[in-house]
Nanobody, 120 residues
């Protein structure tokens, strides 16, 4: 059973940093695009970043310049480094694996989510 498990969320002050991890179990991430999403209370889920199988990153405008996505296929893990965090970044963050290696907004396997709270 393929699974994705997110970790690294928590409470951080504005301006702080967190690194989220998305670890794959039961399958190899190598050939798939991986996306990061977030959903804040009362808001729709937002795709914030995606990385292709060849490690080309994409970012939503809301996080570009502050967040960095990367992958370590040897560890079967994708990371999301989040810097200069703002209160509006507060949300549950999810990762998902695409069906193919390109970022085409079509995902099959989802993680359970990790909470990120940015507050003083």
């Amino acid at each position: 059973q393929p699974q994705l498990v997110e970790s690294g969320g928590g409470l951080v002050q504005p301006g702080g940093s967190l690194r989220l991890s998305c670890a794959a179990h039961g399958f190899a991430l190598d050939f798939y695009a991986i996306g990061w999403f977030r959903q804040a209370p009362g808001k729709e889920r937002e795709e914030i970043s995606c990385i292709t199988s060849s490690s080309n990153p994409n970012y939503a405008g809301s996080v570009k310049g502050r967040f960095t996505i990367s992958r370590d296929n040897a560890k079967n893990t994708v990371y999301l480094q989040m810097n200069s965090l703002k209160p509006e970044d507060t949300a549950v963050y999810y990762c998902a694996a695409g069906w193919v290696g390109e970022c085409i907004n079509d995902y099959g396997t989802w993680g359970q989510g990790t909470q990120v709270t940015v507050s003083s």
